[in-house]
């Protein structure tokens, strides 16, 4: 698919001895922007962690958005035009995920997937143990 193009799909359906109609067409438009990817979580500690990501083509900036695992709602960190941004005031010994949206002066990306780290129990915890957490390696 295109980048900022409309698409219709129409389905029907086929059996050995029967064709049906197409159904009414349902329309949708890409999105400009993809989703930021490559998403790493370094520098955990018991209440901050540094996550960073591949830049996005036509982006000019990133909002992330984070919350405990066991919380519904979600906070948004300032906007930036880095990508990368430091966490901080975290719970100790908690889960958290992170999701990144791409954006620009017209439009923005959908949140990418999540990613979970768990912040540092005093100098014990990370991601099971380790300080760095890379997406792009699970």
């Known amino acids: 698919l295109q ?36 998403i ?30 066991t919380v519904t709602n979600w906070t948004n960190a300032p906007v930036t035009t880095d990508n990368s941004i430091s966490l901080s005031n975290l719970v100790i010994n908690s889960f958290y995920e992170i999701q990144i949206k791409a954006l620009n002066n017209t439009t923005s990306s959908i949140f990418s997937e999540s990613v979970s780290f768990l912040t540092k129990d005093n100098g014990r915890g990370g991601c099971n143990g380790i300080d760095d957490w890379d997406s792009t390696k699970e």
């Open 40 to 69: 790493k979580v370094s520098s955990i500690s018991d209440s901050g962690a540094i996550v960073s990501w591949n830049p996005t083509t036509g982006a000019t900036q990133y909002q992330l958005r984070y919350k405990q695992t």
């Open 3 to 38: 980048k900022s193009t409309n698409y219709e799909i129409q389905v029907r359906s086929e059996s050995l001895t029967k064709v049906s109609s197409y159904t009414s067409g349902i329309s949708f438009n890409t999105l400009d922007l993809e989703v930021p990817r490559a």
